[in-house]
């Protein structure tokens, strides 16, 4: 029997084990357990690197059949802000291929996530020559159009992405839009990016029966409720909604807001600030009585908070791609979205659910004004969104898509060894980099090349 292709999958923020709804913890990692589940699933061995955050965390634990999960020593063995992880990421390279040296295991492919983690594959591509798919989640030009000031990414990450871009083999692209933005903010060569939806877990989200998902989360069986499942951050615009629910609230409309997500499983405004806010605007629009946090809940748990709703509501400023709009259409429930990146492509407008334009209170109310007082029509809206779900944004399907690509590059891999060219690049010639810190710096500053020569001449072993 041959033995398994190797994947090793980098995120150096989101472990497939961390908690969901939290600040720096979302779709990223929902993405990378369900890509490296049914990727393993389909004969693939994959080891899911992430960050050290806890100093008892095993360095190894088998997470799901085919998949193991390590836990790589970069900085401090205690949860830190993603942002703040950027000056480890050469310790996070050599904890990397420290390891690889010592279990004696070369690696086929590097499946890189985030700019972070990209810029260890692209290093990895270029030093070892692995064949490298990026994929980023989340872009920093598009981050620093929308936030401006507000932005705390690290100064470097827009050029490490220009470099990374050019770097790697492939890209995937969530949607179209983040493909254009690819080419058109990045350069990147249209030819070498790959368009792979990401999915649903259809054996976790799946239509539950209103009032059977109202008696279980402890809501009140009667009367219209909108839900919001997500991150609690600014750029989320939940403030839209609670301004749409009081335009309509001013008109009459008995409506109640679900909102769920948060850093604490209870609606903790200390633990997450957005919350505060939120419940300030609410009592300033005279709709606090409307307005329900729930704070954390983790996915399983999901189903029923969207099933509790007539309509999920997303209108961030910009959405990279949105997994919570296609949860909701798979547990059959009609999306109103903001018209902004991935939502444009998952949300069908008119067929299932609505789009509207980001921050306007107003056409978001009109909209949810419609589908809230048309039983029939959000009916219809949500038996479309399922199927369209089960037809098109299934892991299964996504997971295909990936590994098609990764055969795509084995070959190419293949062919080019046979014709003698792109050896990897040795270390005199690559770029000096960032003075940032070292596996091993805290103990013995000043010879951090000398470590990471001899690991990467160990890992070429
Ligand atoms: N999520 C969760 N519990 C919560 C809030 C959010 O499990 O309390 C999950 C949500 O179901 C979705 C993910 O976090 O799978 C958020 O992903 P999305 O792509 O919508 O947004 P991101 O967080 O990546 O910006």
């Known amino acids: 029997m041959r033995a398994p292709i190797r994947v090793a999958c980098l995120s150096e923020h989101a472990s497939p084990a961390a908690l969901r709804g939290g600040e720096d913890a979302g779709g990223q990692n929902v993405y990378v357990d369900q890509i490296s589940r049914h990727v393993a699933g389909l004969g693939y061995a994959v080891d899911v690197f992430t960050r050290r955050d806890r100093p008892d965390q095993p360095v190894v634990v088998d997470w799901a059949p085919g998949v193991r999960l390590v836990n790589l020593p ?6 830190m802000l993603k942002d703040a992880m950027w000056p480890y990421m050469p310790a996070f390279r050599d904890a990397f291929l420290d390891f690889a040296a010592r279990e004696e295991t070369r690696y086929d492919l590097v499946h890189g996530n985030f700019w972070m983690s990209g810029w260890v594959a692209a290093e990895l591509r270029r030093r070892l ?9 989340a872009l920093g030009k598009t981050k620093r159009r929308h936030q401006g000031a507000a932005d705390t990414s690290p100064a470097g990450r827009i050029a490490v992405e220009l470099d990374v871009v050019q ?8 949607c179209p ?21 990401s999915g649903v877990d259809l054996a976790n989200f799946w239509p539950v029966p209103q009032r059977e998902a109202r008696r279980r989360i402890g809501l009140a069986p009667d009367g219209p409720v909108v839900v919001y499942v997500g991150r609690l951050l600014p750029r989320k615009d939940v403030r839209n909604v609670v301004r749409a ?4 609230a001013r008109d009459g409309l008995p409506l109640r807001l679900l909102v769920v997500g948060g850093d604490a499983p209870t609606p903790d405004p200390i633990a997450t600030p957005e919350i505060g806010a ?17 704070g954390q809940r983790q996915p399983s748990e999901l189903r029923d908070y969207y099933g509790a709703g007539d309509v999920a509501v997303t209108t961030p400023w910009y959405e990279p791609y949105g997994l919570t709009p296609l949860e909701a259409m798979a547990c059959g429930r009609p999306v109103i979205g903001a018209a902004v990146g991935g939502i444009t492509f998952t949300v069908l407008d008119g067929v299932t659910g609505f789009l509207v ?18 039983p029939a029509l959000a009916a219809r809206l949500g038996r479309a969104a399922r199927a369209r779900m089960e037809r098109e944004f299934t892991w299964p399907i996504a997971a295909l898509r990936t590994a098609a690509l990764y055969q795509t590059l084995l070959a190419e891999r293949a062919a080019a060894l046979a014709l003698g060219v792109d050896a990897p690049v040795e270390e005199s010639a690559l770029a000096p980099e960032p003075a940032i810190v070292h596996a091993g710096d805290h103990a013995r500053r000043g010879g951090p090349r000398v470590t990471r020569r001899a690991a990467v001449q160990r890992s070429r072993r």
């Open 74 to 79: 970069a900085g401090p063995a205690e949860p």
């Open 357 to 374: 334009p980001p921050r306007d209170p107003a056409a978001l109310a009109a909209r949810l004004a419609q589908v809230l007082t048309q």
């Open 278 to 294: 939120l419940q300030r605007l609410a009592a300033e629009l005279g709709v606090a009585d409307r307005v329900i946090f729930t």
């Open 129 to 137: 020559g692995i064949p490298t798919v990026q994929i980023f989640h």
């Open 167 to 174: 770097t790697v083999d492939r890209v995937i692209a969530h």
């Open 245 to 248: 629910v009081a335009l309509l």
């Open 177 to 197: 839009t983040e493909r254009a933005e690819l080419v058109e903010d990045y350069g990147a060569d249209p030819d070498r990016i790959e368009l792979i939806p």
